[in-house]
């Protein structure tokens, strides 16, 4: 995905641009992170990188896949005094068994 640079043998970085608020993270090495391409995972994070209130940056961990909204093994922290976001924190998850 040419919006991501490898900074690391297991950090992918999104810079900033557009409406993002912060940069996005990915950790996973190459495998897990061709995975993440196939889905809307990275479409979702980018999303998150635009809420109000978001934190240095919205992260997607190893396990990370589509989810609903925010992808599951998405993490973003929010400033409590910024308006727009209830929860000071998300991480993606699921309800299936």
Known sequence: MSDFRK???VVWEKA???SMRVPVRVYANETLF???????SFS???NVSSLP???KSAMVMP???????????GVAAF???DKGIVSPGG???TNRA
């Not at 396990?63 to 093994?73: R, V």
């Open 7 to 9: 900074v690391s043998d």
């Open 16 to 18: 900033k641009s557009g």
């Open 34 to 40: 061709g995975g993440m391409k196939r889905d809307r």
């Open 44 to 46: 979702q994070i980018t």
């Open 53 to 55: 209130g978001i934190v």
């Open 63 to 73: 396990d990370g896949h589509e989810g609903y909204g925010f992808p599951i093994g």
């Open 79 to 81: 400033d409590p005094e």
């Open 91 to 93: 991480v993606g998850y």
